[in-house]
């Protein structure tokens, strides 16, 4: 998938990638490169590495993808966990990854950060995306 991702960058940099409905966000495929690299900047230096589990808690928005795309990066694998759950369902989702990290990435403050702590093997870790992060080693340009 990452793999494919960097070859559409390189082919067609300057099409649109990525919109909203309203064209309110419109990144072109070196854009929305751009950010993937600098998300999964982030995530490595939170400690996510190849293997370990990202649940993404955000809606249907642009960020979903740049998130997905930079846990990939990495080679993490993301799962979605849906803003309709309750914390009960959530801490069940985190709990039941395949793999032993686990990190939250949400569009708002996780009210129920203490559910994803007390059902891991692991703990959690929420955070923001960061402003200005670097491209992760070995990502193509």
Known sequence: MTEAFRLTVEDHPDRVALRTKDDEISLTWAQLRDRVDALAGGLARLGV????????????????????????????????VYQTFTPTQIAGEVADAPLSSRTAATSSPCTCQGSFSATTSAPARSHPTPPSAKSPPGARK
């Open 49 to 80: 590495r190849r293997g370990d589990s990202v649940a993404l808690m955000l809606g249907n928005r642009p960020e979903f993808a740049i998130a997905d795309l930079a846990a990939m990066t990495l080679g993490a694998t993301p799962f979605s």
